[in-house]
């Protein structure tokens, strides 16, 4: 997404909640999406789906063009236009995604304690050699059950036992573990895609993204109180750079040709009326995730109920 030669999506998706699928109660399409031609195919299949994957959290993802990273006029421009991006992500709980202190629950401090911490494998050796020795921050590092290769990132449960000096090792559990179990936000996953068409397919959650909203100046403009969402599973904003979303489309091989309103269920102006001549794209971020927050949230409270 953005130059021709090298355009990324990055997605970033603030750890919010996974549910059904959409029903909509106000219709924000304009046209048939990309998304629900796909979406046809696997209806089905998801009809079937047991229960328990009915109830999983659902998340909401965001998609940023790479091209706003590239006009950055110098290396350091560029880092800190990233932590602006990451920082809007951390705060709005995005869950796919970048850098200064985010102050995420899984960036824990030394004298903290949580049920779950983020840590590194150690090349230490242990007298049992099905246990590996794992910094994850504190005063001591804590040995884990299981047999890992120096350097590796993993999430440890860290159980009600405080005692740093025990034997009893700690469970290596999987990164969702927190979210699932404890309602926690951890953090958010970055994912590159060489263009927009690749956000969309290589998506990591099982049925894909099934609500696609593009944001653009020239989108349709409808108060945040006014807008309803349709229930979701998997949601993804999409922000164009520098020629916004429409670009992007017209760049990429495998949408040539279509309307940015066939590409998206949704496509909104979250700041009308602006007063400035153009809205960068760091800063579209921050208003659209604070213009969607509620509707996000009605949404959810549809499922919870």
């Not at 992007?248 to 400035?276: A, M, W």
Request: net charge negative; proline share 5%; with cysteine.
């Amino acid at each position: 997404m953005g130059k021709k030669q090298k355009r990324a999506g990055a997605e970033t998706e603030a750890e919010t909640v996974e549910n059904d699928k959409p029903e909509n109660e106000l219709d924000l399409t304009n046209g048939d999406s990309y998304k629900k031609k796909r979406r046809g195919r696997m209806r089905n299949k998801e009809r079937n789906e047991s229960d328990k994957e009915a109830k999983e959290i659902p998340t909401v993802s965001i998609a940023v063009s790479g091209s706003i990273i590239n006009n950055a006029q110098s290396l350091e421009l560029a880092t800190r236009l990233a932590g602006q991006i990451a920082r809007a992500a951390t705060i709005f709980r995005i869950d796919e995604g970048m850098l200064p202190p985010l102050d995420a629950p899984h960036h824990l401090r030394k004298h903290e304690w949580a049920p779950f911490r983020e840590g590194v494998t150690l090349n230490e050796k242990l007298p049992n050699s099905g246990e590996t020795l794992v910094d994850v921050g504190l005063s001591r590092s804590v040995v884990v059950n299981q047999a890992l290769e120096p350097g590796i990132r993993v999430t440890v449960a860290m159980g009600t036992n405080r005692n740093l000096d025990g034997d009893s090792p700690r469970q290596v559990v999987s990164l969702s573990k927190p979210r699932e179990e404890a309602g926690m936000y951890w953090g958010y996953r970055v994912r590159y895609a060489s263009n927009i068409s690749s956000v969309f397919e290589d998506c990591p959650y099982q049925g894909g993204y099934d609500h696609l909203i593009g944001t653009s100046e020239h989108g349709l403009i409808i108060n945040s109180s006014e807008l309803s969402l349709p229930t979701f599973r998997h949601l993804l904003i999409g922000f164009g750079g520098l020629a916004g979303l429409e670009e992007n489309i017209e760049e990429d091989s495998n949408l040539k040709g279509k309307d940015v309103r066939e590409v998206f269920d949704s496509y909104l102006n979250t700041c009308p009326h602006q007063g400035s001549r153009t809205i960068r794209t760091e800063e579209a971020i921050l208003i659209s995730l604070q213009y969607f927050q509620e509707p996000i949230s009605r949404a959810m409270q549809r499922v919870q109920h």
